[in-house]
């Protein structure tokens, strides 16, 4: 069992399925989307573990599944590898990983991290930010903009509360 229990994806290649290393217990996900409502229909996962590979892709896109999956933006080296290397690789480097990362206020979650393909993936997000088209609405839409430009900081509340939460447990764990 790794030092802190830790939220990774992992893809079965050959049935093509994620699974979920949620704190230390594989979750199968029954299809090759990873939002909320896989997650609820989740089924734990039995067969042979080493078969599983880690995700390239830790980021979750939906907001309500990334509250409860706090999954990191490991490094490079780890991504790819087989569960038996990277529980090890957690273990022996994990902690340390992690401790660097919040002492120099970096945020090691996978949520903070910034694709231009993920981001270019979401049409709707850049067409809602388009002006208006008729004058007549201008000012309604306009309000409209405003109150939804004010609501888009509380979703980046929600990943700076949770990098918060995993600071106070890595920075103040006692070993």
Do not use: C
Not at 7 to 36: C, N, S, T
Not at 148 to 171: G, N, R, S, Y
């Amino acid at each position: 069992m790794p030092l802190r229990p830790i939220d990774a994806i992992f893809v079965h290649p050959k049935r093509r399925l994620y699974v979920v290393y949620y704190r230390g217990e594989l979750w199968q996900l029954p299809r090759m989307k990873i939002d909320d409502r896989s997650w609820q229909n989740r089924q734990p996962y039995t067969d042979d573990s080493k078969s599983l590979y880690l995700s390239i892709h830790q980021a979750i896109s939906d907001p309500i599944l990334a509250q409860k999956l706090r999954t990191l933006n490991l490094p490079v080296t780890v991504r790819g590898s087989t569960l038996p290397r990277f529980e090890a690789w957690w273990e022996a480097h994990g902690f340390k990983w992690l401790t660097d990362k919040l002492v120099s206020g970096e945020s090691p979650l996978a949520a903070h991290q910034t694709t231009p393909a993920r981001t270019t993936d979401n049409p709707s997000v850049s067409s809602s930010n388009s002006p208006p088209v008729s004058s007549n609405t201008e000012n309604k839409t306009s309000s409209d903009d405003n109150e939804q430009k004010t609501a888009l900081p509380l979703e980046t509340d929600i990943f700076a509360d949770m990098l918060a939460d995993l600071a106070d447990e890595v920075l103040h764990q006692k070993i």
